[in-house]
């Protein structure tokens, strides 16, 4: 009984102490499973709250990288528009063709991103540059070229999206643009190239809350309906491109935070309750040993961000990871301070000089000004423009003109003083700004200088080189108050310097503003009248002195204008200044052909008609190339049109205005050299362009009766015209007496006030069917007004 009473007693106890391990052991379990589970839905919240952070943080760390690099490339384009190559390219074909493409080549790619950039001129037509895309948005050039205001858009090609920049081109003094700027940025390959996200989220560019470029997706293809997860961040651009309201958007799968979470949470749960205690022991050991380090390469990073200066260094030592890291972060601010000293130097230094450029010029400018206002003491500014340098270019070649430009710019640099600035503008364009002047004696000596040290010729490789200037100066603060007002005042100086001849200098002038405000209200009054048009054609009839019968009759321009009709000499200038006289002289030559053509459907002999092209029609092959088109399209015989160009105007580039002008003798245009006698051409020009008329200028025929001079000159042009078997016509014949000497000398034509003044087409005709041509015309029949 005892036995079994104590195995029943053993018994129990055995069961007791099984139950209490089972308790034991079940409230550990369920301890265990408490602290698991609180600890598992603790850190998942805290790591959704964390995925949902990182998610935002790469929403802004991706839209200021993508805004970085958009204002990067904005940044190097938004000052091509006021390039000196650009503008120049944009008035000289050469230019554009030896220099221009390459330009444009090099910026094909900034900082890894593809840009297709255009150049146009006034109309909008592709002159240089990736050309369709001038035409891949439709209402650009009302802005730009139209109200002379930037336009930017975003388009869309295919399943790519650009954004599409085109800016204005003013030339000097001109009030409407002379052309267009036009760069288009691959926004896809933008997105592509710098806006991958790490964490595996669709990454968007969205333009006015709708998505334009998305390139960047999770790696499982996840549709656009299960993301869940969403960030956007607006892209902080420059106010002209604010209107596309650019933002970046991410977004993340709800399953890549839940489900790599609830794996990733339940076999570490587990094993971070056994690891705790080893990786808290891990951690506190190895922290203090990184945390030095890690804390000093984070000091020295916020320095350098804060400071903008790459001059701090990481100074730790040892041979850690974290150190060979801040190793490599001091060599990265080595080479970014390098970079930085040359781009620094590129951006205020002329690359072929070494002068400081245009943007260090008006820093320069902006800074002696508001010294000068603090002092009180005067500043000169100087605008030098070299007289005819283009004809270097073109005669020489341009690597001479480049080497003309350097050692120009080497006696400029000896010749001030080290306080003054000298600059290259741009082209053949240098300024200097001469500080503490006493008085305007003093900029007037120092332009003196400078005209007679470019007097020295240059040796440029075998060529001894004449230079000579033209000078502007304009003095703070009587002819302005900041350097814009300074520069505009000193621009228009230079322009009364050049127009009064070569090699001096010219103060500003109250009165220059005025003729400058003239001359850009001439141009609008133009520009409408070409609209309407508002312009008329007269004709002068040119007669065969001995036969007196009409030989031709010269097309002369005439403006409509509310206070009644306008001569050429009014207009003309300006017209030619503003490249106006291209529209104008394509209108008069349109016209002259048609009234040529009609004028034989009425039954007249078939005469000639005169038309007088100017040089600057004759600059630009595209020019010819619409006059040629003109003639074409009118279906007049070539043969019936005479072309008359002044002989100063053949001068002004023989080479290529002798090549157009035989493009029209070539289908069969006659020409004439107008006012022959009154610019300096040479008989090889004259033989060279094989001119088929010669007219006598007015001036040497006026008073021919009564000065032996203008006798004897017009009896050599008359010989000459004859030696060279051409036509020979005089000018302003007005009275018997020039009749009887021209016959005598046997000049064969004759146009002016004895036989008539301009007509209209009308009366023209009516003159010639009443027999005009050959009436006794008397002496008090002469009217004197000068109608040319």
């Not at 997706?217 to 956007?232: I, M, N, R």
């Not at 020009?685 to 001119?691: F, H, I, P, W």
Request: hydrophobic share 45%.
């Amino acid at each position: 009984m005892r036995v079994q009473s104590l195995k029943a007693q053993n018994g129990m106890e055995a069961r007791l102490a099984t139950w209490i391990a089972l308790v034991a052991s079940t409230l550990t379990v369920l301890f265990v499973l408490v602290v698991g589970v609180t600890s598992y839905f603790v850190t998942r919240s805290q790591i959704s709250q964390g995925v949902q952070n990182a998610l935002e943080s790469n929403a802004t760390v991706l839209a200021g990288r993508l805004d970085s690099t958009l204002k990067s490339v904005v940044s190097t384009l938004s000052g091509l528009s006021q390039n000196a190559l650009i503008l120049n390219s944009l008035m000289d074909s050469l230019t554009r063709d030896t220099s221009l493409e390459p330009f444009l080549k090099d910026l094909s790619t900034i900082n890894g991103i593809p840009v297709e950039i255009v150049l146009t001129d006034f109309e909008g037509n592709a002159v240089a540059g990736v050309r369709r895309i001038a035409e891949s948005a439709k209402s650009w050039k009302d802005s730009v070229l139209g109200e002379g205001v930037p336009f930017t858009s975003i388009e869309k090609e295919a399943s790519r999206a650009f954004l599409f920049v085109a800016e204005p081109i003013f030339y000097l003094r001109t009030l409407s643009p002379e052309g267009a700027l036009i760069h288009r940025i691959d926004l896809s390959r933008l997105m592509n190239e710098f806006s991958a996200s790490p964490g595996g989220e669709t990454v968007r560019l969205l333009h006015n809350g709708r998505s334009i470029v998305e390139d960047i997706a999770s790696e499982d293809g996840t549709e656009a309906s299960s993301l869940t997860l969403t960030k956007t961040r607006r892209l902080d651009l420059p106010e002209s491109f604010r209107h596309l309201a650019l933002a970046v958007e991410v977004t993340a799968d709800a399953k890549l935070v839940s489900d790599p979470l609830d794996q990733l949470l339940v076999v570490y749960l587990f094993l971070g309750i056994g690891l705790l205690a080893g990786v808290i022991l891990v951690t506190t050991l190895a922290g203090r040993r990184l945390a030095l380090p890690l804390r000093e390469l984070e000091q020295v990073a916020a320095a350098v961000v804060a400071s903008g200066s790459v001059d701090h260094r990481f100074e730790g030592g040892g041979y850690t990871e974290v150190t060979r890291l801040g190793q490599t972060f001091n060599q990265m601010l080595v080479q970014l301070g390098a970079a930085h000293k040359q781009l620094t130097t590129l951006a205020h230094h002329d690359p072929l000089t070494g002068l400081a450029n245009r943007t260090w010029f008006q820093m320069r400018l902006k800074s002696d000004l508001h010294e000068a206002k603090r002092c009180q003491q005067l500043v000169g500014i100087l605008l030098l423009d070299l007289d005819d340098f283009k004809g270097v270019n073109d005669t020489l070649g341009h690597p001479v003109g480049d080497e003309l430009l350097k050692q120009i710019a080497e006696r400029l640099v000896k010749l001030v003083r080290t306080t003054d600035t000298v600059a290259r503008l741009g082209g053949d364009e240098f300024a200097v700004i001469g500080t503490h002047l006493d008085d305007a004696r003093d900029a007037a000596v120092l332009g003196q200088k400078i005209i007679t040290t470019l007097a020295q010729p240059f040796r440029i490789f075998t060529h001894d080189i004449f230079a000579s200037a033209s000078i502007g100066i304009a003095i703070y603060p009587s002819d302005g108050n900041d350097g814009d007002e300074l520069l505009s005042n000193a621009d228009l100086a230079l322009y009364k310097a050049k127009s009064e001849g070569r090699e001096h200098f010219q103060f500003y002038d109250l009165k220059l503003n005025t003729a400058a405000q003239k001359r850009k209200s001439v141009e609008a009054s133009i520009r409408t009248a070409l609209e309407k048009p508002a312009f008329c054609l007269h004709y002068q009839p040119r007669v065969n002195i001995l036969t007196g019968e009409i030989a031709g009759a010269e097309s002369l321009v005439r403006w409509q204008s509310e206070n009644g009709l306008v001569y050429p000499d009014e207009f003309i200038t300006v017209a030619e200044e503003s490249r106006l006289i291209v529209p104008l002289g394509e209108w008069v030559l349109r016209e002259s052909c048609l009234q040529a053509i009609a004028w034989e459907q009425a039954g007249l002999a078939r005469f000639p008609v005169a038309v007088n092209l100017s040089a600057v029609q004759l600059r630009r092959k595209e020019d010819v190339t619409s006059l040629m088109r003109i003639i074409d399209e009118t279906g007049i015989d070539p043969g019936r049109l005479e072309i008359e160009i002044t002989e100063s105007a053949l001068m002004e580039n023989v080479d290529s205005t002798i090549r157009h002008l035989a493009a029209f003798q070539a289908i069969g245009v006659r020409l004439a050299i107008d006012d022959i006698g009154t610019g300096h051409s040479s008989l090889a020009n004259l033989k060279r362009l094989s001119v088929d008329m010669l007219k006598i200028d007015r001036t040497f025929i006026r008073d021919l009766e009564v000065d032996a001079d203008d006798a004897a000159i017009t009896r050599a042009i008359i010989q000459i015209g004859l030696s060279l078997d051409l036509t020979v016509v005089a000018e302003g014949v007005e009275t018997p007496g020039q009749v009887e000497f021209l016959r005598k000398h046997q000049c064969q034509q004759a146009q002016g006030y004895l036989y008539s003044k301009a007509l209209s087409a009308e009366a023209l005709k009516d003159w010639i069917l009443n027999g005009c041509a050959t009436a006794q015309v008397s002496r008090s029949s002469v009217n004197r007004v000068l109608v040319h």
